[in-house]
């Protein structure tokens, strides 16, 4: 970040800049020759893809805020006159709609990348924590976002989700009723969400570039999660992965696209059509598909903490969900210290590759689980999911952390490649003979 | 004078010391009170802590109807309860109840029940007040969000929720008035 060692430059207007300001020498560095382990797969497309998610997502807002009117009143008619009136308005309500669940898309699988490659682990623990930081960010931000356009499935989503803090003893109440500025979700909400909406996307931004800091101070980890040994083992960011990462971004917005304009409202739900109406709840409540797996962590807390067959409860049932479900997302903060077998790679790990593919499994079912009515089978699913979740984290990982045998490592990234070469010639040739 | 000799001591570093800790709490205590006006400015405004009474005319409420009106914008349940309801509330044992309060605590007048329509889980507003809709196991109320059931006193019975559907101030002001708030 500092003066540095500062590049030639051929023309003169770009020399002069950086002599005074080595903006370009930073580029050149960072995203020009900046070395890049050789060995990635298109999981490593993810940030990127994230990245340019983003950078769509307050392009659009910032159109939309100009024909958006964040009051209780007008919020559900603006929505509907940039549907219809504005010129594009339908495109870029669709883009800023569709973008959130792309958005998460691609941070989900960004996060399971790093799960799966360890790249949690040190030297990076920091930057797994700014990336946990973003995510929860990212949840705020689309949670007070969804709540904008006043409609029934985002005002009862708003009640739900901020009822959960009347769960804290004592001062849950007065909390609520600071939250709201009111007695319940009315107009004071809606616009405190709207500000905080257009506010959260920019701290969200700062939060990237200390991520993408930390990252290029420790550089990036690799499938085989051997740190590169020396040049052999690296390629410069610029051609090779700027290319990588545009095919990569290229096949991601031709699926964004399609859903777009062709299934804009896959991912809404009906009740989001209808304005607000702060004395019915619609008969089913479900959050963005995207908060699903936690709901159903807030749901399968059904019973009272305390002691037995007395009525000592400690924790009531809508507190322990509570905590669960904050809990859920807290975890991954500490992920660096619950796993610290010295193994990166799921790929040499065999145990732990069975226990994260299973994790995957339970978050999926949880997903299912929190878009049902919480009686019968979902609950059980859900209850049985969660219990997975935690055992996870807290019981298995640091097990798996004392006990579990690797694989044996390749040298270097340059062996693990040639060894996968070599075998792949031979099964070619193979099948030749 | 005494801080010459703790001076001299430890070469002016005690004096220093004091010098930054009060200028440092000082500092730490201006600054939170200037973030008092910001944080007390999103709790209720005065005018939204104005709206707080509403007059309710009961008298076109036949026995076994209920009507919702607005308070505070938060619905408020007031419901004729028939003699069948009323006996169930009464009869019920307290140590079925997860909220233990008595159906006469809950009423001024046995035959209306008032309480805030918003289910003490998370803020739904539960089904039961037209008679289409389900009333739960219990015969009050039902809450769809996260299956929350209320008696006909308003307890909570079986579900998440914590505790009964509150009863907020309120008088008679004759037969047929009522004050809320
Ligand atoms: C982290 C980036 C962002 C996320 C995840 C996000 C998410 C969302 C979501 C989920 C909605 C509801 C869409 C709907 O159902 O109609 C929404 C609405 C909205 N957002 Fe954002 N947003 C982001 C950035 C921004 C920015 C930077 C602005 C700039 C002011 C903005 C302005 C708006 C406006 C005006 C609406 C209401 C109009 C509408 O519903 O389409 N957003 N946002
Ligand atoms: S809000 Fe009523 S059961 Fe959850």
């Known amino acids: ?433 | 004078m005494s801080t010459q000799n703790i001076d001299h001591n430890d070469d002016g570093e005690t004096r220093r010391d004091f010098l930054y800790l009060t200028a440092g709490a000082f500092g730490a205590v201006g600054l939170t009170s200037f973030a008092w006006p910001f944080l007390d400015s999103m709790n209720p405004a005065a005018d939204t802590l104005a709206m707080s009474t509403i007059e309710v005319d009961i008298s076109p409420i036949q026995e076994g109807q209920s009507i919702t009106v607005v308070w505070q914008g938060k619905p408020v349940f007031i419901r004729h309860r028939t003699a069948a309801e009323i006996e169930q509330a009464r009869s019920t044992d307290l140590k079925d109840l997860r909220d233990k309060q008595v159906d006469s605590d809950r009423v001024q007048n046995e035959k209306w029940l008032v309480m805030v329509g918003i289910c003490t889980h998370l803020g739904c507003v539960p089904l039961g007040q037209k008679i289409t809709q389900p009333k739960g196991d219990f015969g009050g109320w039902f809450c769809p969000c996260h299956g929350s059931h209320y008696d006909t006193s308003g307890r909570i019975r079986k579900g998440p929720a914590p505790k009964n559907l509150t009863v907020p101030n309120y008088k008679f002001m004759n037969d047929t008035r009522l004050l809320i708030g």
Request: glycine fraction near 8%.
């Open chain 1, 1 to 433: 970040m500092s003066g540095g060692e500062r590049a030639e430059f051929k023309n003169p207007v770009v020399s002069w800049i950086d002599e005074r300001l080595p903006v370009f020498s930073l580029m050149q560095k960072e995203y020009g020759t900046f070395p890049t382990p050789k060995n990635f797969n298109y999981f490593w497309n993810f940030g990127a893809i994230a990245t340019v998610m983003l950078v769509l997502m307050i392009v659009t807002g910032i159109v939309l805020a100009m024909h958006y009117t964040p009051h209780a009143d007008h919020a559900f008619g603006s929505v509907e006159r940039i549907m219809r009136d504005v010129n594009w308005g339908w495109l870029l309500r669709y883009l800023h709609m569709n973008g959130a669940a792309f958005f998460f898309i691609a941070v989900y699988i960004h996060i399971f990348r790093g799960m799966y490659y360890g790249s949690y682990k040190k030297p990076r623990e920091l930057l797994w924590i700014f990336g946990v930081l973003i995510f929860v960010l990212m949840m705020a931000a689309a949670f007070m976002g969804y709540v904008l356009p006043w409609s029934q499935m985002g005002g009862w989503a708003a009640t739900v989700i901020t009822s959960l803090f009347s769960a804290i003893p004592f001062i849950g109440e007065d909390l609520l009723h600071f939250l709201w500025g009111g007695f319940s979700v009315d107009n004071p909400t809606l616009n405190r969400f709207f500000s905080l909406h257009y506010l959260l996307p920019f701290v969200i931004c700062a939060v990237v570039f200390l991520h993408v800091w930390a990252l290029h101070v420790t550089g990036s980890n690799n499938p085989v999660g051997v740190e590169p040994k020396g040049k052999q083992d690296t390629l410069p960011f610029h051609p090779y992965y700027t290319a990588k990462d545009t095919f990569g971004l290229a096949v991601f917005l031709l699926f964004f696209a399609a859903v777009s304009f062709y299934t804009p409202n896959i991912f809404a739900h009906p009740a989001h059509f209808v304005e607000f109406n702060p004395m019915v709840t619609p008969p089913h409540i479900v959050p963005e598909w995207y908060f699903l797996p936690f709901y159903a962590i807030l749901k399968a807390v059904t019973f009272d903490i305390g002691i037995p067959f007395t009525d000592v409860v400690f924790v009531s049932a809508k507190l322990g969900g509570v905590i669960a479900m904050f809990g859920a997302v807290f975890l991954l903060f500490f992920l660096p210290w619950l796993d610290n077998h010295p193994v990166k790679s799921a790929r040499y790990r065999p145990l732990y590759k069975k226990a994260l593919l299973l994790l995957v499994v339970a978050v999926l079912a949880l997903g299912w689980a929190g878009a049902q009515l919480p009686e019968g089978l979902p609950v059980l699913v859900g209850q049985i999911g969660t219990a997975y979740y935690f055992a996870f984290f807290l019981i298995i990982l640091p097990w798996l952390s004392k006990n579990e045998k690797a694989l044996a490592l390749p040298k270097s990234i340059s062996a693990a490649v040639l060894e996968e070469n070599k075998s792949k010639a031979q099964t070619t040739t193979g099948t030749a003979t």
